[in-house]
């Protein structure tokens, strides 16, 4: 019997049992989109019917999927690619090919700007998303790992040399480099814009800079090398995934300290956080599941057993329901929010599990009214 069918056969015996005591559940009229590496190509499902709907080929392994307001674009690195996916008729746009292989992208915010972070010639380079034209390039010191931006400023990590610049989105200039003497895994802006946290994974530390200065503030050691980053609703927390510990450090970049260490399921790895209600959700691929902590407690709201290789997590925008991408077969577990974090129910099911793309990298979510 393979995994899909136990699985099949597990939402089946969940249904039956559990269908007196649950409401039916709402629908989510969305499209979730998702950069198969295995299929080279965008796959494209309905969330109102939780299944696949259609696939953009395109010809690249793609990487990310980027929106900037109504518009979407994956990033192909190996091509140099970046192209626009038109939502409407499921096919591919128009592309700009860029001077280096593409390590990092992200979208400025309250602007049409991409800036991307390239290596080979190591760079950063910001695009117009509307001309899809090379609107600035900074040539950097070495091929970058980690970047993050604000609506005025751009911060990126150099690989080999163990450095962050900083550097200004409106003019263009290098407004000062600061060297970490580690490499950088991630890396992102304080709430306020006036600080930089940085994970360095080899000496397992979270440094914390001052974005107009670039001066250390502080240096948080951790028990593990610190990976991923993901804020609560306010920014007054900051949760931290990493390799060599089965634990989730939480931040106060406000205070730069490291204000907590706890248990976060085996092999904590990809966040999100539900705002509605305050629970933060996190995949455990070594064990196959979701864990759910309630941010207010810290203490454990639910675990629920996706199987698999679970990656990526996201929430549908109503907060309803959490889609879980599996690495090894390409399907997404869902799984409705109000059940499993329902205390009566002690076994917490599975909502459905449908197909999507093979070695799925990274997925949005669109409304679609959008």
């Not at 810290?298 to 997590?313: D, Y």
Request: glycine share 8%; proline share 5%.
């Amino acid at each position: 019997m393979t995994r899909r069918d136990l699985i099949a056969l597990t939402l089946g015996a969940s249904a039956a049992t559990a269908a007196c005591s649950r409401k039916l559940a709402t629908r989510y009229f969305g499209w979730l989109f998702v950069a198969s590496a295995g299929e080279k190509a965008i796959a494209v499902a309905d969330l109102a019917e939780f299944r696949r709907a259609s696939v953009i080929p395109l010809g690249e392994v793609p990487s990310q999927i980027l929106r900037v307001g109504d518009r979407v674009f994956a990033t192909c690195p190996a091509a140099r690619l970046l192209t626009e996916i038109d939502t409407r008729h499921f096919k591919v746009g128009n592309r700009v090919q860029l001077p280096g292989r593409i390590v990092s992208a992200v979208t400025v915010p309250d602007s049409n700007l991409i800036v991307a972070a390239i290596a080979q010639p190591a760079a950063l380079v910001v695009i117009d998303s509307k001309t899809l034209k090379i609107t600035g390039r900074m040539p950097l010191t070495g091929d970058p790992s980690a970047l993050d931006v604000t609506s005025e400023m751009a911060v990126v990590a150099a690989d080999g040399a163990g450095t962050v610049a900083r550097v200004s989105l409106k003019t263009g200039k290098l407004l000062g480099v600061t060297n970490l003497g580690d490499r950088a895994a991630s890396m992102r802006f304080r709430r306020d814009g006036k600080a930089i946290l940085v994970g360095l994974p080899r000496s397992q530390q979270i440094v914390s800079m001052d974005a107009a200065t670039g001066g250390i503030l502080s240096r948080l050691p951790l028990r593990f090398a610190p990976g991923r980053f993901c804020f609560n609703a306010d920014g007054g927390q900051m949760f931290v995934t990493g390799a060599g510990e089965d634990a989730i450090a939480i931040v106060s970049p406000f205070q730069s300290q490291v204000d907590q260490t706890i248990v976060g399921g085996r092999t904590p790895y990809a966040m999100a956080v539900s705002t509605t209600r305050n629970q933060l959700l996190i995949t455990n691929p070594d064990s196959g599941d979701l864990t759910i902590l309630d941010i207010d407690t810290r203490k454990l709201s639910a675990s629920v057993h996706v199987g698999g290789n679970p990656g990526e997590v996201l929430l549908t925008p109503d907060e309803e329901y959490a889609l879980v991408l599996n690495r090894d077969e390409g399907d997404v577990s869902v799984i409705r929010m109000n059940t499993v974090l329902d205390k009566t129910i002690r076994t917490k099911p599975l909502f459905t599990v449908f197909q999507m793309g093979s070695s799925p990298q990274s997925a949005i979510i669109i409304p679609k009214e959008a």
